[in-house]
């Protein structure tokens, strides 16, 4: 199938970044590896190599792999990435952040993502053309916090039809300060999505409840099903202020991966404590979830070594 305007654009970019990773010919006293034949004879994409002029040849080589061999679209570029840096890093002219940074957007635009080229440890090893920021997830003053413990807890005497609206409010002020750069609520056609939030390269779907009665399995499962129909790399966080039923969280572990992870009013009153930051609590669950599948773990057992 052709490949559209906009992929053939976000092509001919992400040539135009790959182009001084490696050169054209492999040097004659060099390993032979470490160029763009040397690359595509070790993936088997040596007859995609025209040779040449070395711009069109690699934007030849990108759309026929695409085309024709879709499932090494991303090995090619990983691998020319991973000899790239040996080879710039020799000659004094490293691969930079920016460059994969700026890369990684483009390969997203084909619906790739590269987990590799995202992992934190390998974009912080590489030199920057600009200061990184680096915020600290505790570095609030008191009294905003104390302002938000308050606001949290003045909701509990709001009318139950204002609750919802004044919830999601509360928590997209929450995530504006953690830096957690929140999307509003926001819908797609046959279903509505609370908001989203980010957490370095993670994407977090949210779904935010205020019920007298706690989340049963239904509600996880309608949930799961709208992060699970976006894409691969999506996440959700369940925030109910009453909780999850044990026999919804036991029933809905059983037999199925997950993909999100759940909070409720008892951890955001630890995380306003400081108890532990938001960012550390999402992670800290996240983690906890790949490892044994669970959906919901407290902030108070994650803290307390539990």
């Known amino acids: 199938m052709p490949s559209s305007l906009k992929e053939t654009q976000a092509i001919c970019e992400i040539a135009e970044i790959l182009y001084r990773f490696l050169p054209g010919k492999p040097h004659p006293y060099a390993d032979a590896d470490i160029s763009f034949p040397g690359v595509t004879n070790k993936l088997g994409l040596s007859k995609f190599w025209i040779g040449g002029s070395k711009k069109p040849a690699i934007i030849q080589l990108l759309q026929s792999t695409l085309d024709h061999r879709r499932g090494q679209f991303c090995n090619l570029i990983v691998e020319v990435v991973r000899m790239g840096i040996a080879y710039l890093s ?62 949290l807890i003045n909701l509990t005497s709001l009318e139950a039809h204002k609750r ?24 797609i056609v046959g ?13 977090y779907l949210v779904e935010a ?19 699970e129909g976006k894409s691969k790399w999506s996440r959700g966080l369940f925030i109910s202020y009453s909780g999850f039923t044990h026999d919804g969280l ?22 306003l404590d400081g108890e532990m930051s938001l960012v550390e609590a999402i992670n ?19 803290s307390h070594g539990g």
């Open 209 to 227: 409840k205020w019920h007298d009665k706690q989340i049963d399995q239904s509600e996880l499962l309608i949930f799961h099903g709208k992060v």
């Open 164 to 187: 919802g609206f004044a919830f999601e409010k509360f928590l997209n002020e929450m995530f504006t300060v953690y830096n957690l750069e929140p999307r509003g609520s926001f819908r």
């Open 90 to 151: 020799n000659k004094g002219e490293p691969i930079t952040r920016d460059e994969i940074v700026k890369l990684n957007q483009l390969i997203m635009q084909l619906s790739f993502k590269i987990p590799e080229l995202w992992d934190p440890a390998v974009l912080d090893s590489l030199p920057s053309s600009k200061p990184i920021e680096k915020k600290e997830s505790n570095s609030f003053d008191k009294k905003t916090i104390e302002d938000l413990k308050q606001e």
């Open 250 to 271: 036991t029933a809905y572990s059983r037999g199925r991966p997950t993909d999100i992870i759940g909070l409720d009013s008892q951890d955001l009153f630890y995380i």
């Open 284 to 302: 800290r669950k996240a983690r906890r979830a790949a490892e044994t599948g669970d959906f919901f773990v407290s902030v108070y057992s994650l």
């Open 191 to 203: 279903e509505q999505i609370d908001g989203s939030i980010q957490i370095g390269t993670d994407i």
